[in-house]
């Protein structure tokens, strides 16, 4: 498995990209390692830097609300003022770290799962399910809530974004971590914690008078200029972004610069999609605002 570079891959971390990383810690310094994909104790980097003696840590890494993340099975009371040493060391990054073990963040990879047989440890009935089909139905479920929250400008709507857009881009190579993000994003948008309230009989709906209809009517033709001046411009660059990008082949530079630049293209793709992501959850809020006006 290819390493990344390491400032390019704790960038990646820092735009919401799940990245995974190795430490190996030696005293008050330590090598940190990060890739997409996860990381072994048999990778030669890894293994080279261990031969010099030191303690090994492997994990995902993320940030969250401008803190950058650091999961892992076990995280002593050192680990996050030495991480965040060789991050401003070695990337010339500096923010705030937190480290989080696996049973905190509820993962799969906790101790006491992989201890036991699935036959003695059932889940239990009101936890979420697990596995990457669950996981996209969960996605999914978020559609309409965070439309909802986005038509009435709720102020948890950008968050749950991007909490959303992290999760869905951590899927494809890290499940328990992309259930974590939606774990808090289903619970940022509060579905299912409330009881919807009974729909009144038809019959006692109010009846609108003209005054009523222009308002509506108003409010309707503000959300269609809003949507043609700043939306849809912003929809028509992404798609021209995308295609650029479509364009763009790492293949035709010199060797030595391809796999940096697949890499950094790799980005640029992630970021583009949760953008996108973002903006449909845009429109779908303003489709579902002119709809309840119109």
Do not use: W
Not at 195 to 203: I, Q, V
């Amino acid at each position: 498995m290819p390493m990344l570079e390491l400032s390019q891959g704790l960038k990646k971390a820092k735009d919401g990209t799940h990245v995974h990383f190795a430490l190996v810690a030696q005293g008050s310094s330590g090598k940190l390692f990060v890739a997409t994909a996860k990381v072994n104790e048999q990778e030669p980097c890894v293994k080279e830097a261990k031969a010099k003696g030191g303690t090994l840590f492997l994990g995902t890494c993320f940030a969250e609300e401008g803190v950058m993340i650091f999961q892992t099975k076990k995280a002593p009371d050192t680990l996050a003022a030495l991480l965040k040493s060789v991050m401003r060391k070695d990337a010339g990054i500096s923010m705030p770290v937190k480290t989080r073990t696996a049973a905190e963040a509820g993962g799969d990879d906790a101790p006491d799962a992989a201890a036991k047989p699935a036959a003695t440890s059932p889940r239990p009935s009101g936890a979420p399910p697990v596995g990457k089909v669950a996981l996209v139905k969960r996605l999914n479920a978020l559609t309409a809530p965070l439309a909802d929250l986005v038509s009435t400008k709720d102020p948890r709507a950008k968050e749950a974004a991007r909490l959303i857009a992290a999760a869905t881009s951590a899927a494809d190579t890290d499940v328990a971590a992309a259930a974590v993000l939606v774990g808090r994003a289903e619970e940022l948008i509060g579905r299912g914690a409330a009881p919807a309230k009974p729909e009144a009989p038809a019959s006692a709906a109010p009846a609108f008078g003209e005054r009523e209809k222009k308002e509506r009517g108003a409010i309707a033709q503000l959300l269609a200029k809003a949507k043609a001046k700043h939306l849809d411009p912003a929809v028509k660059l992404l798609a021209g972004v995308e295609a650029a990008q479509a364009k763009l082949d790492p293949s035709s530079l010199p060797e030595a610069n391809q796999a940096a630049a697949r890499e950094e293209l790799k980005g640029l793709r992630d970021r583009a999609a949760a953008l996108r992501q973002a903006l449909d959850a845009a429109g779908a809020g303003c489709r579902a605002a002119a709809t309840h006006f119109g």
